[in-house]
């Protein structure tokens, strides 16, 4: 395993590798594989790409992100603007059911709202207000509506695992209660563990996910 100077120091150069992100902005803590991000930035979206760069990184456990998002003067927008603007970006993804959506927004912080057939919708809705201009948070309470396809999720789920080359199958368990899916095991890194709840998701009929899979760092 890692040592501390050594996993902070790599997530130091990993947000530099990022374009989109100040890494003087930025400051790192590691602590027996958790690692701690602090700091100031002017958009959400360079906020989650810190956290996303850190989860990139082999041995990091968890990431515990303290940044805040603080605009300038020019950067500010105010509400209205804001909801005129995610609803356009709406309009222009194919893959958001915008007329299954609401949105609210409070000083800069939107909640979306409503209820959608598949994970992907949902997904395509949050990155559509990632990046607008004046997003300082984003709550992603879009719920999923159970199918009702009788699906062996279960065993869908378990052909889909063993498809991937990034996952080892054999390292995770999957049960399911209804179109519930609990998952645990343990994966090598963050981007193994994304893959295996990518292709949860990607199952029919699947309307939660209970991840408990760790991250074991060799």
Do not use: C
């Not at 209205?80 to 299954?100: G, Q, R």
């Not at 949902?122 to 300082?136: F, P």
């Not at 080359?165 to 899916?181: F, L, P, Q, Y």
């Amino acid at each position: 395993m890692k040592t501390n100077e050594q996993l902070q120091l790599d997530v130091m150069d990993e947000l530099k590798w990022d374009p989109l992100i100040a890494a003087s902005e930025i400051g790192v803590s590691a602590k027996d594989g958790v690692i701690t991000l602090s700091g100031y930035v002017d958009s959400y979206s360079k906020k989650y790409a810190a956290e996303k760069a850190a989860k990139r990184v082999s041995g990091v456990l968890a990431v515990a992100e303290d940044i805040e998002v603080r605009f300038s003067a020019a950067g500010r927008r105010d509400d209205t603007a804001i909801a005129e603007a995610i609803l356009n970006a709406f309009k222009w993804n194919t893959l958001v059911p915008e007329s299954k959506l609401k949105v609210k927004v409070d000083d800069g912080w939107v909640t979306l709202e409503g209820a959608v057939d598949w994970q992907f919708q949902k997904n395509a809705a949050y990155k559509a207000v990632r990046d607008i201009e004046g997003v300082r948070g984003v709550s992603n309470e879009i719920t999923l509506n159970p199918r009702l396809e009788k699906t062996d999720i279960e065993k869908t789920i378990r052909r889909a695992l063993h498809r991937r080359a990034s996952v080892n199958a054999e390292n995770i368990r999957v049960r399911t209660e209804g179109g519930k899916v609990i998952l645990n095991g343990r994966a090598n890194t963050w981007n193994e563990r994304r893959e295996v709840e990518k292709a949860v998701w990607s199952s029919p009929g699947v309307t939660e996910v209970e991840d408990n899979i760790a991250i074991i760092a060799w």
